[in-house]
Nanobody
Framework: QVQLVESGGGLVQAGGSLRLSCAASGRTFSSYAMGWFRQAPGKEREFVAAINSSGRSTYYADSVKGRFTISRDNAKNTVYLQMNSLKPEDTDVYYC??????????????????WGQGTQVTVSS
C-alpha cells in the first residue's frame, strides 16, 4: 500500500514557475515508477510526465517537454515536478500516481495503482 500527498500548487502568472512535490508513505516507494497527470473538469486525465523507479529514465508529454522536469529522491520518498514557463493552458488539477508498469505503459492512467488527492495549479494570463 502506498499513500501519496501532493503539495506546491497555487496561482502563478504566465511565464512563472512552480514546483510540485508528492510525498509517499510506505517502504516500497523505490520499487514504483511515478507519474504526474492533470485533469480539468469534464475532461479525461492527461499524462504529463513519468519517471522510472531508479530515476534514470523520464518521459514527458509533448505539451510540456522542455518546460517541465520530473525527478525523484528515493531517500525522501518524494517525487517532484518542476514547472517552468507556465502557460494558462497548464491550469488544471495535478495528480501524482504510483505504478508497477514500465516504459511506455506509464503514459496511461489506467496502469497506475495509487493516486494522490490532487493539487490545483492556476496560471493567469
Amino acid at each position: 500500500q502506498v499513500q501519496l500527498v501532493e503539495s506546491g500548487g497555487g496561482l502563478v502568472q504566465a511565464g512563472g514557475s512552480l514546483r510540485l512535490s508528492c510525498a509517499a508513505s510506505g517502504r516500497t516507494f523505490s520499487s514504483y515508477a511515478m507519474g504526474w497527470f492533470r485533469q480539468a473538469p469534464g475532461k479525461e486525465r492527461e499524462f504529463v510526465a513519468a519517471i522510472n523507479s531508479s530515476g534514470r529514465s523520464t518521459y514527458y508529454a509533448d505539451s510540456v517537454k522542455g518546460r517541465f522536469t520530473i525527478s525523484r529522491d528515493n531517500a525522501k520518498n518524494t517525487v517532484y515536478l518542476q514547472m517552468n514557463s507556465l502557460k494558462p493552458e497548464d491550469t488544471d488539477v495535478y495528480y501524482c500516481a504510483a505504478t508497477t508498469a514500465r516504459g511506455s505503459r506509464t503514459y496511461y492512467h489506467s496502469n497506475y495503482n495509487y493516486w494522490g488527492q490532487g493539487t490545483q495549479v492556476t496560471v493567469s494570463s
